[in-house]
C-alpha cells in the first residue's frame, strides 16, 4: 500500500483504440464527468472494443478473431492515475512495414488528457515509455 510506504507502479502498452489495461475509450460516456469517471478503480468483466478485440487476434491469436474473449476484467483510472511511476511500451508491428499501433502512439502522445482517449493521460505521469522508432515515422498509406 502506498500509505504504508509501498510503490504503485504501472507496466502497461498502448492499446490500438488507446486504452489502458482494457479500460477502453467508450466507458468515457457512461460518466457525467472526467471527476467521476478518475474514480473509477476496476471493472469486472469489461466489455472490449471491437477494434481491440481485432488487436488481441492479430497479436495474441493468430489472427483467430473467434477464440478472443469479448470481455476481460480491467484497472480503472483511479488505480493507473495513481502510479508513483510508470513504465509502458509501443511495439506494434508487423514487419515489412506494417504496423498497427502508430496512431495510437501519437494520439498518447500528442492529445490533451481526455477520458475519451484513456493513454493520452499516461504522458502526465512520471516515469518512462517506451517505442519503436518505426511507430514513430510519418503514417503514410502504401496504396498499391
Known amino acids: 500500500m502506498q500509505k504504508a510506504g509501498g510503490r504503485l507502479v ?8 488507446c486504452h489502458i489495461a482494457f479500460w477502453e475509450p467508450q466507458f468515457a460516456g ?9 474514480r473509477q478503480t476496476h471493472r469486472l468483466g469489461a ?6 478485440i ?12 473467434t477464440l478472443v474473449p469479448a470481455f476481460a476484467n480491467t484497472i480503472g ?4 492515475l495513481a ?7 509501443a511495439d506494434g508491428t508487423f ?23 484513456p493513454s493520452t493521460y499516461m504522458p502526465t505521469l512520471p516515469g518512462r515509455l517506451f517505442f519503436l522508432n ?11
Request: charged letters at 20%.
Open 10 to 17: 504501472t507496466v502497461f502498452g498502448i492499446g490500438r483504440v
Open 77 to 80: 483510472p483511479a488505480l493507473f
Open 47 to 52: 466489455k472490449l472494443h471491437p477494434l481491440t
Open 30 to 38: 457512461e460518466f457525467a464527468d472526467e471527476g467521476e469517471w478518475k
Open 95 to 117: 514487419g515489412r512495414g506494417m504496423q498497427w499501433q502508430g496512431l495510437s502512439l501519437r494520439m498518447t502522445l500528442l492529445h490533451e488528457p481526455t477520458p475519451w482517449i
Open 134 to 144: 518505426e511507430l514513430s515515422e510519418p503514417l503514410i498509406a502504401e496504396c498499391h
Open 83 to 89: 502510479a508513483d511511476r510508470i513504465i509502458g511500451g
Open 54 to 65: 481485432e488487436q488481441n487476434a492479430l497479436t495474441s491469436f493468430k489472427s483467430r478473431t
